[in-house]
């Protein structure tokens, strides 16, 4: 079984960044990619970028492009979302989560807070 721990959460003023990590452990066969989600207040989660783990492909939310990139580190099981420029509207609890298979994020972690005051 795969666990997912987050870090790099916390409160930053607009216009400031953050660096948010998330290592994966466990029982880890495959990881066809892992990827950044999110949940603002009152809202439904949404997706935020995601990347492949052979290639490193990428693939991100048109709210976020330009500002934030995710990376990934294969040799740790490790992701990366560097955010900057964020907005008030970036508030949000983010989840990492893992495509084991191909078929959807099917691994998710606890979250971390992100808020961000104007």
């Known amino acids: 079984q795969v666990q997912l721990v987050e870090s790099g959460g916390g409160l930053v003023q607009a216009g400031g960044s953050l660096r948010l990590s998330c290592a994966a452990s466990g029982s880890i066969f495959r990881l066809n990619s892992m990827g950044w989600y999110r949940q603002p207040p009152g809202k439904q989660r949404e997706l935020v970028a995601t990347?492949?783990?052979?290639?490193?492909?990428?693939n991100y939310a048109d709210s976020v492009k330009g500002r934030f990139t995710i990376s990934r580190d294969i040799t740790r099981n490790t992701v990366y979302l560097q955010m900057n420029t964020l907005k008030p509207e970036d508030t949000a609890v983010y989840y990492c989560a893992v495509d084991q298979y191909g078929a959807g994020p099917g691994v998710w972690g606890q979250g971390t807070q992100v808020t961000v005051s104007s």
């Open positions: 990347i492949t783990t052979s290639s490193g492909r990428t």
